[in-house]
């Protein structure tokens, strides 16, 4: 269990196979977020259709609503939400951070406000560990304090507090079926994130997160602190980073040795009426797509391309029809799976690092607009 | 083409086949509703799966939106939504009398305000027989004017004007791959429903519905009403009971040899949370199925109660999540869609008439709680 099989490499950029109790997972991976154990306006039959893989849900909401003590007298979140393939939960450090109201942090952990009523809360690594244990995941996080990334003493601070968690988180853990990985912090200081990428990786767990990362920082600055952090990881252990991205961000981060990938920004643009296509990222509500008769994406095999045209999903958004969300959701979610089963195999055929200039051009229109903030 | 062979009977409960352009329909079907061109929040994938035979979609709402000119352009209204099997579309008239503003009536026609926009529209028959030929649905209705049922003097009225704007209807028509029927109108008033019947039945339409009932009277008065109108009807055409109704009325209507049925009741009730059961309606956010392992309806074969328990759809509810909305609908309306097909073969079998009270209690608990208002 927890095996990792690194299958071919290119440069830095690796495919491979993670092994886990609920099936092999291949990557590099794009993981759907199911924040409240749905990813949302999907069934998990439209999931299985697009072909994901591995799907991450939220451990702060999961916690407050509806209970991991309820999801694991229900059967674990695999039976809750019935999906069968592997799970991934974060630690709620995150979420803690960014969501909550008037949180205040001590060595032993986090008390915090709940963004839903107010009520008083407190996560510390044995705590977030419980619940994830409780939720039953197959790929569970560390506690970890994120902070702030213009704050240089805070980011060293809440590194080492990190890394304190971390071998707390690992002692507190109980169940064999679920593997625990360490999470690297450090803001975007190279020495801060040297030390902690060095101290992760000599806590051994089977695979590796990288956070604090896509949190207002540069794309360059990502990209060089993936140069810095990267090396110092271990070869065979899977490489999760965190929250990101945009295609281009998954392109950049596989080709900087990245094999795992979460982020909302699919299912949040759909919500918008935002699609990913070869033209770039369209807002269907647009009137230019009144009468276009073309599927969102005439190359993707997705079920809303090769079932709806551009005027029927707009006819939907004007006429404020849920449907649309649902339809986008499934072409943006495809979009970026396609784009990953894709990279699998030019990396699988050692065409990767030639191509991944190409990959960049093809994406850059859509990843633009998400630079310039726009849904 | 738009023939009728009735396969068995039961008393005055009938069950056959009507055939049309985009297939034969088992009567008595009940056809879920489309409004917008989409059953709300479902995919025509799950619309196959739950054995739907029958769509009804508005021609008010979509000649205000996306315009029936463009869903022509786009290659009519089942390519449109993706619906290749049988789709029906009312004229207009029930919407104009009771979603529009500040409507005026005359001879010729109605003018009215959209409710969307207050912008100023004028549907006649002719209006509406063009706009429904834009569309293109395979049963097609007569322009009508909805009266209010307590007066009595305008129901008259409404009733002979109706059946001049069926013959201006029926004269309007060009598309030979359309079956135009005509409406039986006139309140409760037993007087006015049988020179209704006799007038609409003479006009030989291929199938004939049944207009202004469950608009506020008792079920008696619904009940009394079929049974001086259907004996009155020719036997080879299908009934169409229009915008009927509870599953009470489904069994009820049958038994008073009505063919077709639809109502946004079941997906109405899901957006609220309500659940068929054999319990009776189930409002799934109550408390009590927090921890409730079971799913919905356990003698349902429903993606839903395949898949899911109520702990989870009432999380999702309490999540705000709307797959919650989704998965009720598919229930509701597989419950309905099943209770049609049992009827079918019960018909066919000759069980009907003996099995309706026990199909009656068995439902009646359901049916209660939409005569008391619940949702």
Chains 1, 2 share one sequence.
Not at 148 to 163: F, G, L
Not at 178 to 203: C, H, M, N, Y
Not at 205 to 228: C, F, Q, R
Not at 290 to 311: L, Q, V
Request: aromatic residues 8%; charged residues 25%.
């Amino acid at each position: 269990m927890f095996d990792y099989k690194i299958t071919a490499k290119n440069d830095r950029a690796r495919t491979g196979i993670f092994s886990t109790p609920h099936g092999e997972l291949r990557t590099p991976v794009f993981a759907p977020v199911g924040t409240q154990a749905t990813v949302k306006t999907l069934t998990p039959g439209h999931l299985e259709e697009i072909n994901a893989s591995l799907v991450l849900s939220n451990t702060y909401h999961l916690y407050l609503r509806p209970g991991d003590e309820l999801v694991r007298e229900m059967g674990g979140l695999h039976r809750f939400m019935q999906w069968h393939k592997p799970l991934l939960t974060d630690s709620g450090g995150f979420q803690v951070f960014s969501l909550s109201q008037t949180r205040k942090v001590d060595e032993e952990g986090v008390t915090f406000k709940s963004h839903i009523d107010g009520s008083i809360h407190r996560f510390t690594p044995e705590k977030s560990i419980a619940i994830q244990e409780n939720l039953g995941a197959d790929i569970i996080m560390a506690f970890d304090e994120c902070s702030d990334p213009n704050d240089r003493d805070y980011i060293k601070q809440a590194m080492e507090r990190t890394h304190r968690w971390a071998e707390r988180s690992l002692e507190a853990k109980t169940r064999p079926d679920q593997a625990l990985f360490g999470i690297v912090q450090g803001g975007i200081d190279p020495t801060v994130r040297i030390e902690s990428a060095k101290f992760i990786a000599s806590l051994d767990t089977p695979g590796i997160a990288i956070g604090g990362l896509s949190v207002g920082e540069t794309k360059k600055e990502m990209h060089e602190t993936l140069d810095v952090v990267t090396p110092l990881l271990p070869e065979d252990k899977p490489r999760y980073l965190m929250g990101v991205g945009t295609p281009e961000d998954l392109i950049n981060g596989v080709t900087r040795g990245i094999d795992i990938f979460d982020c909302v920004l699919p299912t949040r643009l759909a919500r918008h009426h935002s699609a990913f296509s070869p033209e770039g990222r369209l807002n269907l509500m647009n009137a230019s797509f009144a009468r276009d008769g073309r599927p969102i994406d005439e190359t993707c095999d997705c079920y809303s391309c090769r079932t709806f045209t551009r005027s029927y999903i707009r006819h939907l958004i004007v006429a404020k029809e849920l449907l649309a969300g649902t339809l986008i959701s499934i072409h943006n979610l495809r979009a970026l799976i396609r784009l990953m089963e894709n990279i699998r195999i030019f990396i699988a055929d050692g065409s990767f690092v030639s191509r991944a200039p190409e990959l960049l051009r093809q994406w850059s229109n859509n990843a633009k607009r998400a630079e310039n903030g726009a849904v």
